[in-house]
């Protein structure tokens, strides 16, 4: 069974720091690109950031300089940095992972998901 869970999430001030966490288990993902998505309260779930099973790294405008993505292939593990926080960051964030063919950024690109971890950002 296929599992991703989600850690690291909480609450932190504006310009602060998190650092989200997701291990997956029962497959290998070394083929497959591992992201990160993120879903506000009424709003669609949109994409943050992926790192594709060849190194190369994406990430949404909103977080361009803020935020890093990394993985570890052999521990089917990926993070996400996550500094300056802002207010709008606030979301549930959830890790994906799945082949893409070409669209990383959006939802339909991943076949697996997480729970979802929160992340919430004071002002």
């Known amino acids: 069974q296929v599992q991703l869970v989600e850690s690291g999430g909480g609450l932190v001030q504006a310009g602060g720091s998190l650092r989200l966490s997701c291990a997956a288990s029962?497959?290998?993902?070394?083929?497959?690109?591992m992201g990160w998505f993120r879903q506000a309260p009424g709003k669609e779930r949109t994409f943050v950031a992926t790192t594709m099973s060849g190194g190369s790294t994406y990430y949404a405008d909103s977080v361009k300089g803020r935020f890093s993505i990394s993985r570890d292939s052999a521990k089917n593990t990926v993070w996400l940095q996550m500094n300056s926080l802002k207010p709008e960051d606030t979301a549930v964030y959830y890790c994906a992972a799945g082949i893409v063919d070409g669209i990383h950024d959006t939802p339909r690109g991943y076949d697996y998901w997480g729970q979802g971890t929160q992340v919430t950002v004071s002002s």
């Open positions: 029962g497959r290998t993902f070394v083929t497959y690109a």
